[in-house]
């Protein structure tokens, strides 16, 4: 059973940091593409960052470009997201997710595992 785990959320003040985790489980991902979603209240789902599985090629949506920074660790499996200078209008719940196999994508319905999702906080 493929499982992927986020961790790392919390709450922090406007212009700090916080570094998301993505545990994945039940297989590996080397040969897929991996990115990061979020979702506000009240808002759609929109990706943040993608990468793909050899972690050389990455992409940004315009309004994270410069602060964060995604990244991932093929022999732990794992997905990072680091993200820096922080403000109000990044809070939302941040998801992890995979592709079964495949190049790096960007729109939601092309990623086929999701974490549970981790809640960041943002406080002005």
């Known amino acids: 059973q493929v499982q992927l785990v986020e961790s790392g959320g919390g709450l922090v003040q406007a212009g700090g940091s916080l570094r998301l985790s993505c545990a994945a489980s039940?297989?590996?991902?080397?040969?897929?593409?991996m990115g990061w979603f979020r979702q506000a209240s009240g808002k759609e789902r929109e990706v943040v960052s993608a990468?793909?599985?050899?972690?050389?090629?990455?992409y940004y949506a315009d309004s994270v470009k410069g602060r964060f920074t995604i990244s991932r660790d093929n022999a732990k499996n794992t997905l990072y997201l680091q993200m820096n200078s922080l403000q109000p209008d990044d809070t939302a719940v941040y998801y992890c997710?995979?592709?079964?196999?495949?190049?790096?994508?960007?729109?939601?319905?092309?990623?086929?595992?999701w974490g549970q999702g981790t809640q960041v906080t943002v406080s002005s």
């Open positions: 039940g297989r590996t991902f080397t040969n897929s593409g």
């Open positions: 990468i793909n599985g050899s972690g050389g090629v990455t």
């Open positions: 997710a995979a592709r079964r196999f495949g190049a790096m994508v960007f729109r939601r319905e092309q990623y086929d595992y």
